[in-house]
């Protein structure tokens, strides 16, 4: 090592200069002196390099023949990539060889571009640059192979003007503005031109199923961490509907998508997008087609807003998770410059086409003459940019880590003052210092972030009186009588003023509390007040306190919550507003906080998928997570259903969706969680024992039958689910795997693990309680049935209530062929004739059991002073009684009847076929629906279902009236 070469590495700390010497060494570098890593100049750009990247160090000690000098300090043009990566994918032969070619390709090359980037051989923005072109030519290469590889499976996709399809590919983000950092992901988004089918292949497919598998083969292949590490992380969740979305959408519904729903945030997106692979002519069109919702004909100042919105959120973000270090989301980072930029393109790009560039650098030359700009502030904005870019890259190229955060630890520190030729941390930390404040200013003055907390604003005498009882709690353990304080409750709306009082004396006095860190204590006191202001509001002021108060307490520990709400004030006015509608709500946050992040976004809160939007976003939500890792995939599940609920009962407490409108949602939620719990049972059984089969080969007859209220579409929040399981395919014969079962013992290895997923109670809770006593021969039969079993037993064997229970039964996953079968079967039985005579006894009977068990019980007065709205005479359960006799009576004559499982529909086709009087079909109707209601509301206020004696008197009587003509006056047959 050169006398110079020492004297630099003498100035690193210790630890540093040990690392550097062990990294040099490891290379075993020739000790010929005519080599060039014994000349001065190499020698030293390879120990700058081994000091500033332990990553770039590794890589190199494992692949000595990279250590080539000419070559680690070369520029290479992207045509130049493309030309090198091709030559080498031409002699791929399988994909996992496409793999590894990738992988290699990229790691030689980001060893290289490191080098230039530490040893100072170019400057940032030809770095950046080059990162793209990278990016660029590894997609495109893994594309085109892939789509060859995928035509031989699935044949060519065409359109419908017989002109073959391409996938296009588009970049986002910094990757779409040619702006890469050193380890990014990169942001994507499939299309494809237009639908059609493959030709030429086994079997034609739809193109959109075409491009949809192409798709996930090239995330797998760019995306996977394997031995050889990976190409580039990806990211889908900018395509329409995120991560629910298909991955692949034509131009048409693309164009659609965005002119109907598209949201501001993905305006600023857009700014972003570029081809980056595939047909470039195709994507002219597509950039083409979706540009007017990017770029707005007139002067935009509302980007204005949306962009204090976006920043707000981000914002809230980088304090919730602790980033106020992070040299891009921080407060003067990278993404200020960013925003800068992209509120004049959005404002003005409309009206000034030079502005509609993916180019940072670009937008920000044009801003002294396109929005008055001082060129010399733009020109101090440019270098900070840059700066933080720089010092971006340098703390990526330790060990190719998406970070951007600042280091904490005294060699990490040092090691990047190093490699950015600072002389100590200090020095780096006021540079970096310096360049945020001037960004943070300038993206103030263009963007005046201020949080709209006019309306929250506490009154001085409400933040006095939050002081008073948090001193004086700290010095009594009784609440003290303050008239005073009570007055403030009182001019402040609230009537019961002490009972208020007690709640927060009640919160200071909790343990969660009294071990708040001082950060916390200043949080909640700033947030009490708001929290006061806003339960005020409400018609009770002092239960609305009450209740928001349960989830504070709750969230005291982990005070990063009361930041969001505190830096959100829409999220904790709509949270005040839930809590005063639902005690059930507040309870539900409290077990869940987490579920608070949903606030954030109304839009998303308060939009209802359908339930296919439901099942394909929980089935993305599960492709993220590692197949083998039971506890991420069960946490999903369960979080998946907590937040949709959250969103089900924001939207019920507000109006926004009726009684029937959420059961229908709360069983899309329930069979979109089912048919992802069956998935995983299966895949689990089969890497074991295989698939089970019948006289064909591999079969997948088997659902999960539903009864009850998911049945019959009634679900509640808290109702648990009563399921069948039914298999058809020989029970003897055994599964094709190395350890293979008989199909009955897979299929009860299945029922078993289903419900384990849930049934298990983990940190966030349990998904469903299953109930499977409605099963052939109760808690004593087999937990899987074959359909020949059942239908026997229902044919034979099964009581009426059995048959009044099958009413209200119908498949909500599996297999539909089975789906289909099981439905005919439950018609041939429901359809059986039957005398009505010994039918009607048979149901009056049963329902007499259930009263004298159920039924609410005198009081010592002799009186019933309550009525169960389920189980009491003339409620829920009569109804229900009186609709499933009904069908079970009329079932052969008018098979119609058997079509739906819900009493409503029921109802309407007893009507319809003049099985019912009209009059009493719609009276049964509106008392079911008023009782359902109110059974309803008082599950959200955590109250048992019952009411006053008093209470829906005339429809309880009316119920009463018609079960007595209709299930015991024997002369109305």
């Avoid at 020492?6 to 990294?23: E, G, M, R, Y």
């Avoid at 981000?314 to 919730?320: C, G, K, N």
């Avoid at 499933?884 to 819900?902: I, N, R």
Wanted: net charge negative; proline share 3%.
């Amino acid at each position: 090592m050169t006398q110079d070469n020492l004297n630099i590495i003498d100035t690193l700390p210790s630890p540093l200069q040990l690392q550097v010497f062990a990294s040099f060494d490891q290379l075993a570098l020739t000790a010929d002196e005519t080599s060039v890593w014994n000349q001065t100049v190499p020698q030293g750009q390879l120990l700058q390099v081994l000091a500033a990247s332990p990553f770039a160090a590794q890589v190199l000690s494992l692949n000595e023949a990279w250590l080539d000098y000419d070559e680690l300090t070369a520029s290479y043009t992207k045509s130049g990539l493309a030309e090198s990566l091709h030559a080498q994918v031409a002699e791929v032969a399988s994909e996992l060889q496409l793999q590894q070619c990738l992988r290699q390709f990229r790691k030689r090359h980001q060893v290289r571009l490191i080098w230039r980037n530490r040893c100072r051989l170019g400057t940032s923005a030809e770095l950046v640059q080059e990162l793209s072109n990278l990016a660029d030519v590894c997609v495109a290469s893994a594309l085109q192979w892939l789509h060859h590889d995928s035509v031989k499976q699935w044949g060519q996709p065409m359109g419908h003007d017989g002109q073959p399809q391409s996938l296009l590919v588009l970049g986002m983000g910094k990757l779409g503005g040619g702006e890469l950092n050193l380890s990014s992901d990169i942001d994507l988004i499939f299309s494809y031109p237009e639908g059609g089918e493959t030709q030429g292949g086994k079997r034609s497919i739809d193109n959109q199923q075409f491009f949809i598998r192409l798709g996930q083969r090239l995330i797998q292949t760019i995306d996977t961490v394997t031995a050889d590490g990976f190409v580039f992380r990806v990211d889908m969740r900018l395509r329409p509907y995120g991560s629910s979305g298909a991955l692949a959408l034509s131009f048409d519904a693309m164009e659609i998508y965005y002119q109907q729903q598209g949201r501001e945030w993905e305006r600023y997106a857009f700014i972003k997008a570029r081809v980056i692979a595939g047909n470039g002519m195709a994507g002219a069109q597509l950039i083409n087609l979706l540009r007017p919702f990017v770029y707005r004909r007139y002067l935009d100042f509302s980007a204005i807003e949306s962009l204090r919105s976006l920043k707000q959120m981000i914002a809230s973000e980088v304090r919730r998770r602790g980033l106020q270090q992070n040299v891009k989301l921080g407060t003067g980072g990278i993404r200020e410059v960013e925003f800068i930029a992209q509120a004049f393109q959005l404002i003005r790009g409309g009206r000034d086409q030079r502005l509609q560039t993916t180019s940072l650098m670009a937008v920000l030359n044009l801003l002294p003459e396109c929005a008055g700009l001082d060129s010399a502030d733009v020109e101090q904005l440019r270098q900070h940019y840059w700066f933080l870019r720089d010092v971006e890259h340098a703390l990526q190229a330790v060990q190719d880590q998406q970070t951007q955060d600042l280091p904490e630890q005294a060699l990490e520190r040092a090691r990047v003052a190093f490699a950015l030729g600072f002389v100590d941390w200090q020095s780096l930390q006021q540079r970096i210092d310096h360049a945020r404040s001037f960004i943070h200013q300038q993206f103030e003055l263009v963007v005046e972030v201020k949080e709209d907390v006019q309306s929250l604003t506490p009154g001085d005498q409400l933040t006095h009186l939050w002081q008073q009882i948090t001193h004086a709690s700290l010095a009594n353990d009784q609440m003290p009588q303050h008239t005073q304080w009570q007055a403030i409750l009182a001019t402040a709306g609230f009537a019961d003023a002490h009972r208020s009082l007690q709640h927060l004396w009640e919160l200071h006095q909790s343990r969660a509390a009294q071990m708040m860190q001082p950060i916390a204590q200043e949080r909640l006191a700033m947030l009490m007040p708001q929290i006061l202001c806003l339960a005020a509001q409400h018609t009770d002021p002092a239960v609305t306190l009450s209740r928001v108060l349960v989830l504070i307490e709750a969230v005291l520990r982990r005070s990063v919550y009361l930041v969001l709400l505190l830096e959100n004030p829409s999220a904790l006015r709509l949270l005040v507003e839930l809590c005063a509608a639902s005690s059930w709500f507040a309870d539900f946050l409290a077990r869940q906080p987490s579920l608070l992040d949903e606030l954030l976004d109304v839009n998303s809160l308060f939009n209802v998928p359908d339930a296919v939007a439901l099942k394909q976003e929980l089935e993305q939500n599960l492709l993220r997570l590692p197949e083998d890792d039971t506890e991420q995939l069960m946490e999903a599940l369960r979080h998946f259903k907590h937040a949709h609920l959250l969103r089900i009962a924001a939207n019920e407490v507000t109006g926004r969706l009726t009684l029937m409108q959420v059961s229908d949602q709360l069983t899309f939620v329930a069979e979109a969680v089912m048919g992802q719990v069956m998935h995983l049972a299966w895949r689990e059984l089969g890497e074991r024992h295989g698939n089970p089969q019948n006289q064909h080969g591999p079969c997948d007859d088997f659902i999960v039958v539903g009864y009850g209220k998911v049945g019959g579409w009634e679900l509640s929040y808290g109702s648990d689910l009563d399921l069948v399981f039914v298999y058809d395919m020989p029970s003897q014969m055994e599964t094709d795997g190395s350890k293979p079962v008989a199909n009955s013992v897979f299929f009860t290895r299945l029922g078993q693990r289903m419900i384990n997923y849930l049934n298990t109670v983990t940190g966030a809770g349990q998904l469903y309680e299953v109930d499977m006593r409605l099963r052939p021969d109760g808690a004593k039969g087999l937990l899987v049935s074959s359909l020949t079993a059942f239908t026997q037993y229902q044919l034979h064997e099964a009581w009426t209530w059995e048959h009044q229970a099958l009413v209200r039964a119908r498949p909500i996953a599996g297999s539909q062929s089975l789906a289909q079968a099981f439905l005919k079967v439950r018609q041939q039985v429901l359809s059986q004739p039957k005398d009505p005579q010994e039918l009607r006894q048979q149901v009056v009977t049963m329902r007499n059991k259930m009263r004298q068990q159920l039924a609410t019980k005198p009081s010592a007065d002799g009186k019933v002073h309550e009525f169960h709205l389920k189980q009491d005479e003339g409620g829920i359960v009569d109804i229900e009684f009186m609709v499933q006799y009904a069908v079970l009576a009329h079932g052969q004559s008018q098979p119609k009847l058997l079509t739906h499982t819900d009493n409503i529909r029921i109802l309407e086709g007893l009507e319809l076929h003049a099985l019912m009087p009209a009059e009493q079909a719609h009276n049964l109707r509106e008392a079911y629906q008023l009782m359902r209601s109110v059974e309803h509301r008082l599950t959200l206020q955590n109250q048992a279902g019952k009411v006053s004696a008093d209470d829906l008197f005339e429809q309880r009587q009316m119920v009463k009236g018609i079960w007595q003509q209709m299930m015991t006056d024997c002369s109305n047959q």
